[in-house]
């Protein structure tokens, strides 16, 4: 991940596929990142629940989120930070 300020949160778990496809995604886009367990975190769970979603992973971007791993809505997410 890039020293710079992170653009993006990721709120992810341990094994989980899509929140892996994710990750690559923004990689790969050249956005930073900062990952939130799910599982470990109680404050990152209720952040996702706030959202308005009970699964993962969520990418959030300012004041939008995205569930799952849906690359061109990603990408829609990633324009605000460009």
């Known amino acids: 991940m890039s020293?710079?300020?992170?653009?993006?949160?990721v709120y992810s778990a341990p094994g989980c596929q899509d929140c892996e496809k994710v990750?690559?995604?923004l990689?790969?886009?050249?956005?930073a990142?900062?990952?939130k367990d799910v599982l470990t975190d109680a404050s990152a769970r209720e952040a996702v629940e706030k959202l308005?979603?009970?699964?993962?992973?969520?990418?959030?971007v300012g004041e939008r989120a995205v569930k799952g791993f849906q690359p061109e809505e990603l990408k829609k997410l990633l324009a605000d930070v460009r």
Do not use: M
């Open 52 to 60: 308005g979603f009970l699964g993962i992973p969520v990418t959030v």
């Open 27 to 31: 990689k790969t886009e050249g956005v």
């Open 23 to 25: 990750k690559q995604l």
């Open 3 to 9: 020293t710079s300020v992170n653009q993006a949160i």
């Open 33 to 35: 990142y900062e990952v």
